[in-house]
């Protein structure tokens, strides 16, 4: 199993931070996440139609680089570390995951290609977001192929041209592919902690739609195990901005004559969060690279997700804390990364339930 970064894949990870940094500076963010649509579709063309980055895990023959989890762990931690505004996470970890895991060949052909060349912005509806096991309880099939129910929070569904739907039926769970705007669907959006990653309630009324592939239980499990292996890179990336502009932070800041960073009660409260935070890194690293080998731990992806959420959150607290009072300010950029780890902590499980779908499969396996 592979325990380095190639020269190739470090040299995606440097293109990749680049054009972020320079298409997604805090002052982007802010301007995007006010803004209806949440993302500028001139900087989504650039990065995601002209770069390439939403078909980075996309096999070549469907208009990919053909990466694995690790190239699209590697996207997803640089646009955590700039906080990236748009539907990158939707269309193409989300939606793309589940027609890679779950659509018929067909259908590859058909859907793949505009999901990984950036023209068509996709997103995974599932009725139940906090682990596979509640998935198809909400939505469901009919005989007609029609879909009726609701799924409470959806990932940029506002902006969706094709919303890939879980949903159980006569045929069992499967999943189906229904065009946005069509008729008797709803997309209500939500307000949210997070404004920077938009998220909206989606209603199904005898809404037409055309099943692509069926969803097994291992099925399932595996987009889940992508999906938030994806997640974990992208809350490691914002989990290491914070802990570098805090720290920078404390060696600029100066009190009783001295810079705070050198008062021994931060030195340790910075040293204790850069082992969390690389302990965090060490395992989403790890999930995926056991993604793409297809061995290794089976829970490396709750792991992961688990221990990030954690990290996320403690670099959060502490680059408010740290920084006095300017830390719960408005014009102070920290509570935008604040508020993408509280989002991110929850989305796609908690780090209890994680732990708890961890010991699950331990005892399974014993």
């Known amino acids: 199993m592979q325990t380095e970064f190639s020269k190739e894949q470090q040299l995606l990870r440097d293109i990749v931070s680049r054009a972020l940094r320079e298409k997604s500076p805090a002052t982007a963010v802010r301007e995007q996440m006010a803004s209806d649509r949440g993302y500028d579709p001139e900087i989504w063309q650039e990065l995601c139609g002209d770069a390439g980055l939403a078909g980075v895990h996309v096999p070549v023959a469907y208009g990919g680089a053909g990466g694995g989890a690790v190239e699209l762990g590697i996207v997803a931690e640089e646009m955590g570390r700039t906080l990236f505004c748009g539907p990158w996470f939707a269309s193409a970890v989300m939606a793309g995951t589940a027609l890679l895991e779950a659509a018929n060949e067909p259908d590859w052909q058909e859907l793949l290609p505009g999901v990984a060349g950036g023209s068509t912005i996709a997103t995974l509806v599932l009725d139940d977001l906090n682990g596979p096991a ?5 939505i469901r099939a009919a005989g007609d192929g029609k879909l009726s129910g609701t799924a409470a929070m959806a990932v940029d569904a506002h902006v969706a041209d094709l919303l890939l739907v879980t949903a159980s039926g006569a045929g069992g769970l499967g999943l189906h592919a229904v065009e946005g705007g069509a008729p008797g669907l709803t997309v209500e959006p939500l307000q949210v902690v997070d404004p920077t990653r938009k998220l909206s309630r ?10 692509v592939g069926d969803v097994t ?5 595996r987009i889940w195990d992508r999906i938030c292996s994806a997640l974990a890179h992208e809350m490691i990336g914002g989990a290491q901005h914070l802990f570098e502009t805090t720290v920078n932070y404390t060696k600029e800041r100066f009190q009783f004559g001295r810079p705070i960073g050198s008062f021994q009660a931060l030195k340790h409260r910075c040293a204790d969060l850069a082992v969390e935070i690389e302990i965090a890194r060490a395992l989403t690293h790890h999930s995926a690279r056991c993604l793409d080998a297809g061995a290794g731990e089976p829970y490396a992806a709750s792991m992961a997700k688990a221990a990030t959420a954690d990290a996320y959150m403690s670099a959060a607290r502490a680059g408010i804390q740290l920084r006095g009072g300017i830390g719960f300010t408005w014009e102070n950029d920290t509570h935008l990364w604040f508020k993408r780890a509280k989002g991110s902590e929850v989305l796609f499980g908690t780090p209890a339930i994680h732990r708890e779908r961890m010991m699950t499969m331990l005892e399974g396996a014993a």
Do not use: Q
């Open 134 to 138: 509640g998935v198809g309880g909400s």
């Open 202 to 211: 989606v209603a199904f009324a005898d809404v037409p739609a055309r099943r």
């Open 217 to 221: 239980a291992g099925t399932l499990d």
